[in-house]
């Protein structure tokens, strides 16, 4: 799915992010309001991942939904 749609229907898709990434709190993804680099952020900072992985994580979830 393009990252344009994903934004524009951030709200709905929320709860399947909060599914997906279940460190990531309601106040976290509020605050990315679907925006690819903050999500991105968000999950490096509670996961302690690299940034290519956590850009991975959020390329196939976009996948996905």
Known sequence: MDWN???????QI?????????KLTDDDL??????REQLVGKIQEKYG????E???QVDDFAAKH
């Open 14 to 22: 929320k709860g399947k992010a909060r599914e997906n990434w279940g």
């Open 30 to 35: 509020d605050q990315a309001e679907g925006n």
């Open 54 to 56: 956590a850009e991975k």
């Open 5 to 11: 749609i994903i934004e524009g229907n951030w709200k």
């Open 49 to 52: 991942i690299a940034k290519d």
